[in-house]
């Protein structure tokens, strides 16, 4: 299978991060449509959290929010959002925190509240929701975003949520038990955090793509680990899986048009 | 008791300018025909919480009753920014807006605290984030077991909470199924509340012992207002209009469609309007 959209290379490399022992909290957009193509392809009995307290849920069509009701009606069982986030994910329950982001730096520090000055931004962003929490509680994090100079930046005007902050050991400085950032999954390439300095490096390409592109497309001076791989390329039955959830979801998102 | 009331008569008897108060309801359940009443009658200054401000709030602040809010996430949900709550903080229009930020477990736990009847909440929480250098409401509090520091952020108490529920029956008993978000807690940690429902019944009957159930007498205020929560949705009932939260984007986008858009829907409308959508579903 050749013919494929560096987005669908990229849903499905995140997917292919995840495993069927995992219990995930999953973030909404791209991280929603990773997590259940690896639920419909490899990974059948992974456990899905979304933050509107929905435990083991199984969406038909992707949600457009995190409480769509698709997402409560397919779960194992729904909390209340306190229980949530104080038993499940404070209570060190979830293994994986899948999340997207604004922006995020070298050492996989995520900004999803403001560009410019808090005070006075020159552009508002939602905010955190779950994410501060998500990255500290989980085991560890994925993250998923294009690859691009706006998004990977050299410096944050804001640290929504720690990934490796300073780099090397500041996590376990701060008393931080879990791993963090693990992998962080683009349309050219996926990275990984070097085990010592914690700096994210490109440790797997996308077919078709150059070094020079990947390097163009980022906001610091990228590094590449010793050993690089070929993304193995989707397969005819992820490549189907997610195309058929993606036009499921834009048949039902549509679909209430009369009513709105 | 709950008192079973018009919508305009618990708007005006329970919301006072200058109030703190919380519209609960994550993503399910969120008290549009609620807001909208608080918007028609020109309640002014108000001080808004909570955990998602979705379109609700950008009406709130595109129409400036709001002074300030407290929120952890202001986003309309898989579709982008809330542009009139971006207008308000990037420049001011129509009036400054106070921002108390917070993560969704520091909101959950706060309002956990509130319904507790404790002055805060602790969580292990914002470590490494930035949120606390902008947050004066976000402080630390030691264990005195264990000597681990912990985040500490003010219960959340408002003077009322607006929720909407499926159903009541004649005596004000109210009945939360599906996603329940925070609303107990929303409920039980305010000074008064109102609730609006999708139907009265005879008999609340829950449908297991562990039913959520907030009872007459812990509700100020119970009116039935079919269709109350669309474009967000009802268990049971009708759907979230995701087309709608979808065509937001582009009237919120600009001042002017806004404005007309409130015209219409909200100062030239009432509470009955709700009813057509409850009827599409069923």
Known sequence: MSDFTPTEMMTIAAARALTNDDVCFVGIGAPSAACNVARLTHAPDITLIYESGTVGTKPDVLPLSIGDGELCETALFTVSVPEMFRYWLQGGRVTTGFLGGAQIDRFANLNTTVVGDYEHPKVRLPGGGGAPEIASNCGQIFITMALSKRGFVDKLNFITSMGHGEGGNHRERLGMRTKGPTRVITDLCILEPDPVTKELTVVSIHQGVTREQITENCGWPIKFADQVIDTPVPTATELQTLRDINARTKKAHQGDKEAA | ?282
Not at chain 2, 34 to 41: K, N, P
């Open chain 2, 1 to 282: 008791m709950a008192r079973l009331t018009s919508l305009a008569e618990a708007i005006s008897e329970n919301v006072n300018d200058g109030d703190t108060i919380a519209l609960e309801g994550f993503t399910h359940l969120i008290p549009y025909a609620a807001g909208h009443e608080l918007i028609r009658q020109g309640k002014k200054d108000l001080f808004l919480i909570r955990m998602t401000p979705d379109i609700l709030y950008d009406q709130l602040i595109g129409t400036g009753a709001a002074r300030g809010m407290k929120f952890s996430w202001g986003g309309n949900p898989g579709v982008g920014s809330l542009h009139r709550f971006r207008d308000a903080v990037e420049n001011q229009w129509p009036r400054p807006l106070e921002i108390e930020e917070h993560s969704h477990a520091a909101m959950a736990n706060a309002y956990e605290a509130g319904a507790a009847n404790l002055p805060f909440a602790m969580l292990r929480g914002y470590i490494g984030a930035d949120l606390p250098k902008v947050n004066p409401n976000i402080k630390q509090v030691t264990c005195p077991f264990t000597g681990e520091v912990l985040a500490a952020v003010p219960a959340i108490r408002p003077d009322v909470t607006i929720i909407h529920a499926l159903r009541a029956d004649r005596k004000g008993n109210v009945l939360l199924e599906g996603i329940v978000g925070v609303q107990k807690e929303a409920v039980l940690g305010a000074k008064r509340s109102i609730v609006t429902v999708e139907e009265i019944v005879d008999e609340l009957n829950p449908p297991s012992p562990n039913s959520v159930v907030l009872p007459s007498w812990a509700v100020t205020a119970v009116v039935e207002v079919p269709g109350g929560a669309f474009p967000s949705y009802a268990q049971g009932y009708y759907a979230r209009s995701n087309a709608f939260y979808i065509a937001w984007d582009e009237i919120a986008r600009d001042r002017d469609t806004f404005q007309k858009w409130i015209e219409e829907n909200v100062m030239r409308a009432g509470p009955e309007d709700f009813a057509k959508h409850a009827k599409k579903a069923a």
